[in-house]
């Protein structure tokens, strides 16, 4: 795919990623992509990443069932940046952290320390299989 060959990918071929949700503007999940993970989101209109722990592509939600819908992609300007505009679904719409949360970024720094500041809307051990 020539839009590939646009990216400037980095040392070991991965670009970062930002997933934001459509609707809300929130900015729920940040994550790496390869070419085949980028080629396969593509045809899918569903996010697959990179993941560096596994050290494999990753279908989002494949063992959660909380999948990413594609609804845009955009390259930043230096063309080294991706944002996805997702809407997250799954057995229980808008959770797209590992922990049961919203959003990845649920943490804020008050006063010195980092605080939880959203709900855990699902016991994580009831999400995963593994």
Partial sequence: MDCLDQIKWDDKGL?????????SGD?????WM????????IARGE???WSRSRNRLWHKGEESGHVQKVHELRLDCDNDVLL?????QGHEPGIACH???????YQ???????????PVLKDPATMYSK
């Fill in 15 to 23: 670009v970062p990623v930002i997933a934001q949700e459509r609707d």
């Fill in 27 to 31: 900015v729920v999940m940040f994550a």
């Fill in 34 to 41: 390869n070419r085949e993970a980028l080629a396969q989101t």
């Fill in 47 to 49: 996010a697959v990443y």
């Fill in 84 to 88: 996805l505009r997702i809407t997250q």
């Fill in 99 to 105: 922990t049961g949360r919203h959003s990845c970024f």
């Fill in 108 to 118: 804020r720094l008050d006063e010195g320390r980092w605080m939880a500041v959203e």
